[in-house]
């Protein structure tokens, strides 16, 4: 009689071992499907975002690919045949978005240039003939304009808006002997708050990158 009941707690001990197994084997795979939603909103994000991704911030990206992948590597065997065969895709896309051309790796356009200048600058898009009495209305324009539009922009919009002010300043120092000094106090107040602005709206983006991150 003790035989049996020494036997039959060993079968008990044995059979709760195996349900705690199969529970742990149950958490771990919730776990790893877990991890896999993550990636998959990771990857779309980056997907939105590669269109204003930098060289300079790829490595950075690329690490954060590999925390992500890594949980799931780990875990590999776990995962349904639908969910490994779509971490084989994520990571395929993941490999095709490094092949996209970086945005500060394209140049300008021309074309575009000149449409951004008419844009921003209206009845002072032809930069090479402003006038010194001008110089200081179109850099007013221009500010007024961006002040306009500059909430829906991306980092490209800034690039070219940018270029424009660059070519603003080289008109400017060509007519610089005939301008007030009133007039070069209200150019340089309105360059800083451009560039006030364009940091502004970078340190928005980096933030709401790394909150949805």
Same mark, same amino acid.
């Given at each position: 009689m003790k035989k049996l009941r020494i036997l039959g707690l060993s079968l008990a001990l044995m059979a709760g071992l195996q349900t705690v197994g199969w529970a742990q084997e149950t958490k771990t795979e919730s776990e790893v499907e877990q991890d896999l939603k993550r990636l998959r909103e990771w990857v779309r994000l980056q997907s939105d975002k590669v269109a204003t991704t930098t060289r300079a911030e790829w490595p950075s990206v690329k690490s954060d690919f590999a925390r992500h992948a890594d949980k799931i590597e780990s875990g590999f065997q776990q995962l349904s045949e639908n969910s490994k065969r779509e971490y084989l895709e994520l990571k395929a896309k993941f490999q095709e978005l490094e092949s996209k051309p970086f945005y500060d790796e394209i140049p300008l356009q021309a074309e575009e240039v +000149?449409?951004?200048?008419?844009?921003?600058?209206?009845?002072?898009?032809?930069?090479?003939?402003?006038?010194?009495? &001008?110089? +200081?209305?179109?850099?007013?324009?221009?500010? &007024?304009? $961006?002040?306009?539009?500059?909430?829906?922009?991306?980092?490209?919009?800034?690039?070219?808006?940018?270029?424009?002010? &660059?070519?603003?300043?080289?008109?400017?120092?060509? $007519?610089?002997?005939?301008?007030?000094?009133?007039?070069?106090?209200?150019?340089?107040?309105?360059i800083g708050e451009f560039h006030t602005l364009r940091s502004g709206q970078e340190f928005k983006e980096k933030q709401k990158a790394k909150s949805k991150g």
């Open positions: +000149r449409l951004r200048e008419k844009e921003l600058l209206g009845n002072f898009s032809n930069i090479q003939s402003i006038k010194p009495a &001008q110089m +200081r209305e179109a850099y007013i324009t221009f500010m &007024q304009n $961006v002040r306009a539009k500059r909430q829906s922009w991306i980092p490209r919009d800034w690039d070219y808006a940018e270029y424009i002010l &660059q070519n603003l300043a080289k008109r400017k120092e060509a $007519v610089e002997a005939n301008l007030t000094t009133l007039d070069e106090i209200k150019i340089r107040t309105l």
